[in-house]
């Protein structure tokens, strides 16, 4: 979709994709325009990544003409869509949306604005710790609904290992004073295996916007369900061009899936052993795949005493992860009481 795309066939008014009805909206007649939600698993071999980068992405501002007030706004050179600040129109520059790599697929915003803050307000209220005042802070102004871009990739892996198995048993002994007592000892043994796993949507954040803790956090999106990438669900949305380059996503996610192998080594020793010991395993990685993908998330920031925090939501599931300012009062109060349980339990005791 080009710009003028964005404008109602009825009013002239812009339109924004709404969530809810899972079509572009106008703001001034509420006329609704269908978009398309094809299912995708368009993928692509980890080799292809370097042909297919079209061009270096720098670091420059882009200028552009607004097409409701004819203002020029800068964009950065990762921001694909955003608002005019003068008119508050939807901008989204969908030609530059693909113009480093096209997304192979996408997951459209399912919680609106509105249902925000009731999620704020309830994630706040869970954070025992948080200052009181913390609870009536939301600032809807600062909330911002992102379409980060996500590698999500797909491998095989083949393992071979070598690890300890320990078998316990139960012998008697004399102590010291020559009493027989009872104790349980550990037979290790070495052991050989090989398993193997498919790896299929195991995704990491390509953007570099948020707080990287924050995003490695967020889960739940449904990427057995992604659609076709379509401009219109920007519509309304900020969204970022990938700042993390592939390669460097694969290598965050190798770890991650070799903690997946290390735990299945673990469980197939333990088929035919009580205990596992010291394990040494090599992998082989054969059809490895990735896709770009753009996922709907809130990015919401606040001020409390003078310092940032910030919170991320998913934009599909509601899941919430977060910074928020300890109280002081509370935490002395928490101490308090957990001394006073201890003195308590201590003085049962003793009577």
Known sequence: MKKDDFKCKSCGGMMRF?????????????????????????????????????????????????????????????????????????????????SVLEPDGMRPFSIDRKEVENIFSNWVKKRWFAPNALKNLYQSGKVMGIYLPYWSFDNHADCDYTAEGGKERTETYEDDEGKTQTRTVTDWYTVRGSISNDFKNVIMRASKSLKDSLLKSLEGFNLERTISFNSGYLSGYNSEIFKVPMWDGYAEVKPIMKDKLVEMIKADVLKSYDKVGEIEYDVYWSNEFYRLLMLPVYSMSYSFNGKAYQVVINGENGKTVGEYPKSPVKIAIAVILVIILIIGIVYMFKK
């Not at 094809?38 to 042909?51: G, I, P, Q, S």
């Not at 097409?67 to 530059?96: F, L, Q």
């Open 18 to 98: 709404d969530p809810k009805s899972k079509a572009l909206k106008c703001e001034n007649c509420s006329t609704e325009e269908h978009l398309p939600s094809t299912l995708t698993w368009k993928r692509h071999a980890l080799h292809e990544y370097d042909d297919r980068v079209k061009y270096e992405e720098k670091e420059v501002i882009s200028v552009i003409e607004c097409n409701s007030c004819g203002a020029t706004i800068e964009m950065n050179s990762h921001e694909t869509s955003g608002k005019c600040p003068y008119c508050d129109s939807n901008i989204v520059m969908s030609d530059k949306a693909v």
